[in-house]
């Protein structure tokens, strides 16, 4: 994702793991998304490059730095990268010394937390995104009218928590559908 001008600026246009390479890609830390910058990090091409799989040699070293990073999405992405790191006494001694809020590790490990995956009404897996149709009339609670059966709706967000629930927006709202009454439009 390209990034921000506000990222650029939190950042100081370098990396905020390493801190030496310039910042390239704002990467937003799962499962949150890009919608804001306080969900993102700003990387340089080798630290993302070693997230998305490359040979780290020495280069997580930094994050003894990055984890004194004030930001919540800087802390959390460092402490995801050092817990899968932390057979090695390096990380883990990195991971004891320092005290995270609980929110900002919660955040970390959930990468590790197999979700539940969100189904249609037919078993298919739906992703964030997507598009999809609604089976049945609906009537919305609270907003006062009813989407039909046919509505289209696109760009789905899947509720984290609740592998029953999405939402999307339906004449200009965002309302919680669930997914039992929905078909993913191919
Ligand atoms: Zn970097």
Same mark, same amino acid.
């Given at each position: ?24 890609? *704002?990467? *937003? ?5 890009? #919608? ?52 090695? #006494? ?29 189904? #249609? ?8 995104? #997507? ?11 609270? *907003? ?43």
């Amino acid at each position: 994702m390209k990034i921000s001008d506000k990222l650029k600026q939190r950042a100081q246009g370098l990396c905020e793991l390493c801190t030496t390479g310039e910042a390239s890609t *704002a990467y *937003a830390v799962s499962p949150k998304n890009n #919608d804001i910058v306080e969900n993102e990090v700003a990387l340089c091409t080798t630290c993302l490059q070693i997230i998305e799989g490359k040979e780290a040699g020495n280069h997580w070293q930094c994050l003894a730095g990055s984890i004194w990073n004030t930001e919540p999405s800087v802390q959390a992405l460092t402490y995801r990268i050092l817990y899968e790191l932390k057979d090695n #006494d390096w990380a883990n001694e990195i991971l004891t010394s320092v005290e995270l809020e609980e929110p900002v590790i919660t955040w970390a490990v959930s990468a590790f937390i197999k979700s539940p995956i969100h189904v #249609d009404s037919n078993g298919t897996e739906l992703q964030n995104g #997507d598009t999809v149709v609604l089976i049945q009339g609906l009537n919305v609670k609270g *907003a006062n009218f009813m989407a039909p059966k046919g509505t289209i709706v696109k760009k789905i967000h899947l509720v984290a928590d609740n592998p029953e629930q999405i939402e999307g927006k339906v004449n200009e709202q965002t309302i919680v559908l669930l997914t039992k009454y929905l078909r993913k439009s191919m």
